[in-house]
Each structure stands twice: as structure tokens, then as C-alpha cells.
């Protein structure tokens, strides 16, 4: 399997411009693994169906527009840029009942927009910023990160900037997550890991994008060698489901390599994940990014309620305000 990531990470700007979906169907397991690639490589869609995200996002983006400017805009735009709307997605993000139908658009015409690592923005381009911010530790189903403990505790310690690019006109989403990752007894490791683009096919526009920071170098994982994220997206971009079991894995060899990759018990690599998730509801209004770090004081060879159980998290949510692109 190592020897087919290695052999398909040349393959990344292939994509997958067969089959596009929008909407809340889980995933059925993928039948190649250059969808699987993409997932740890560029910013990706998410599917979450839990009551969470409803209040997550809707406690940052309801403080600036209300579910009636939410549904006005999301038709504006869709209309304007020829967007399909997420219906699913825009209730979730208005907190409204909707019986609507699942939206599935199958084929079409490729973005050559997506999957590229060298676009510039233009006139045109939005970007949401969230400059540098602190992260704080989660508690709830996170493990308290007393004994043992695998990150600075220091205030300020951990923190991250999350940057996004959106081009309506081009339909096209990128962007970027500084990362400065501090453990415990060591020093702060800063990088910048620049994500794939991502076509914009409906809306609202709810993005992730993940990948490992290796410990023992203080530089992202080479991308053959990154873990598949789990198999079905969720509201907070985490190993953790809100629930408090471990996030589904598209088989177990993928969910212990991904156990292997962040555990910081016997047997593990002692890395960390940093996640970036960001919500718009369309042009020109706030968006909402979400920086974390996570790692699990699970051994190698730990069940999933022993890998969920060990994780601890420390993220931080903000707003981020929609500011057009200035040539420099």
C-alpha cells in the first residue's frame, strides 16, 4: 500500500473531476486512491451530521448576518456564479428545518482551476485572514493532557493563522495554515503548509484541509507517506466525533496508521495533525476558520475507543472578515 501512495502522489493533478456531490450522503469507500491522496493534500469538501456544527457555526456567522441575509445571499450568489446550492449545508448554517432534496450532480466539465499549487489572485479574489491567533485546549471528550502531557501548556504556546483565497468568478477556493506547534520541553516548530485549490461547485462553501507536522524534524510528512483522514467528514475537522468516539477510517490498516502517525504512547511517531476548516455562506460575508492541533496518548495496537480516548486537541474559532485582494 506504501508502494501505491508513493507511485500515486505524482498523480494528484488528475483530481477527480468524474463525480462531483453536494450533499449530506456519507461516503461509500473510494475505489482509487488518488481521491484518497487529495483528501490529505488540498482543501477539501467536508460532510458533518451532527447537531454540533449547526451551533458552531452558526454562534460566529449569526452575530453578523441573520438566516434571512444567509438564504438572500447564498441565491444571489448561486445565481450570479452558476452555483448549485447545498441545501443541506445552507440549513445547517441558518439553523432552519429544511424537507428539500439532496442535491447530486454527476459529470461535468472539469475545473482547470482545481488542484493547482501555483495560482495567483487577482481583482477578483476574496481573502479571509485569520491572522495569528492563540489556540486553547479543548476539554470535554479531549483527553486533559495531565499526565504525561504532550504540549507546552504555556500561554500562547500554540498557535496558528489560517489564510483563504476565494475566486467566485474562477469557482475556485485555496489557501494556507501556519502552523506554531509547541510540545512539552521542546521548541516552538513554526511551518506554513499551502493546500491544493479546490473548486467551488455549490454553496454555502465549507471546506478542510489537513496533513501531519513530524515531531522529531519540525516539517510537514511528505505527502506519500500522510495518513488518509477519516472516512466521514464532521463538524470540527477532528480525530474526535462529537460524540466522543474516534472518527470512521476507511479500513483499520488506514485508522493504525493514523494511530501510529500522532501517538505519543509506546510504539508511536509522536507527530502532530493540524486542521484548517473555513465556512462562507457566499461573496462578501464573514467566513469562520477553525485552527487545530491534535495528538493521542494512545500506544500503537490501541482499540478506536482507546485512540479517541487519548486524543487532546487545541484549536481555536474565529471570524474572518471578506477583504478583496489588493495587488501589492
Do not use: C
Amino acid at each position: 500500500m506504501k508502494n501505491l501512495k508513493i507511485f500515486t502522489s505524482s498523480l494528484l493533478i488528475l483530481s477527480l473531476s468524474s463525480l462531483s456531490v453536494m450533499s449530506e450522503i456519507t461516503p461509500s469507500t473510494p475505489t482509487n486512491l488518488i481521491q484518497k491522496i487529495a483528501s490529505a493534500t488540498s482543501f477539501t469538501s467536508t460532510t458533518q451530521n451532527n447537531a454540533q456544527s449547526i451551533g458552531q457555526i452558526q454562534n460566529t456567522t449569526s452575530s453578523a448576518i441573520d438566516s434571512k441575509q444567509i438564504r438572500k445571499t447564498v441565491n444571489e450568489d448561486a445565481k450570479k456564479f452558476g452555483l448549485l446550492i447545498n441545501e443541506a449545508a445552507l440549513s445547517r448554517l441558518t439553523g432552519e428545518a429544511s424537507t428539500k432534496k439532496q442535491m447530486v450532480q454527476i459529470g461535468g466539465p472539469k475545473n482547470i482551476y482545481e488542484d493547482k499549487r501555483d495560482l495567483e489572485p487577482n481583482l477578483d479574489t476574496i481573502v479571509y485572514d485569520t491572522g495569528l491567533v492563540t489556540l486553547t485546549k479543548e476539554a470535554g471528550h479531549y483527553n486533559n493532557d495531565n499526565t504525561n502531557t504532550i504540549f507546552d501548556t504555556t500561554a500562547g504556546a500554540q498557535q496558528a493563522r489560517i489564510k483563504v483565497y476565494v475566486d467566485f468568478k474562477r469557482k475556485v477556493l485555496w489557501g494556507d495554515i501556519e502552523s506554531r506547534v509547541t510540545l512539552s520541553g521542546g521548541s516552538q516548530m513554526t511551518n506554513t503548509y499551502t493546500g491544493g485549490s479546490s473548486a467551488i461547485t455549490s454553496l454555502p462553501v465549507d471546506k478542510e484541509l489537513t496533513h501531519t507536522l513530524v515531531s522529531s524534524t519540525g516539517k510537514p510528512l511528505a505527502t506519500a507517506s500522510e495518513p488518509w483522514p477519516w472516512e466521514t467528514k464532521h463538524a470540527t475537522t477532528s480525530l474526535v466525533r462529537a460524540d466522543g468516539s474516534l472518527a470512521p477510517y476507511y479500513d483499520s490498516s488506514e485508522r493504525a496508521d493514523m494511530l501510529k502517525n500522532i501517538s505519543h504512547g509506546t510504539g508511536g511517531d509522536s507527530n502532530v495533525y493540524i486542521g484548517a476548516r473555513f465556512t462562507t455562506s457566499g461573496s462578501g460575508t464573514p467566513g469562520q476558520s477553525t485552527a487545530s492541533f491534535e495528538a493521542t496518548h494512545a500506544a500503537t495496537g490501541s482499540t478506536a475507543s482507546q485512540f479517541a480516548a487519548g486524543v487532546v486537541r487545541y484549536s481555536a474559532t474565529v471570524e474572518t472578515t471578506a477583504t478583496k485582494y489588493k495587488a501589492e
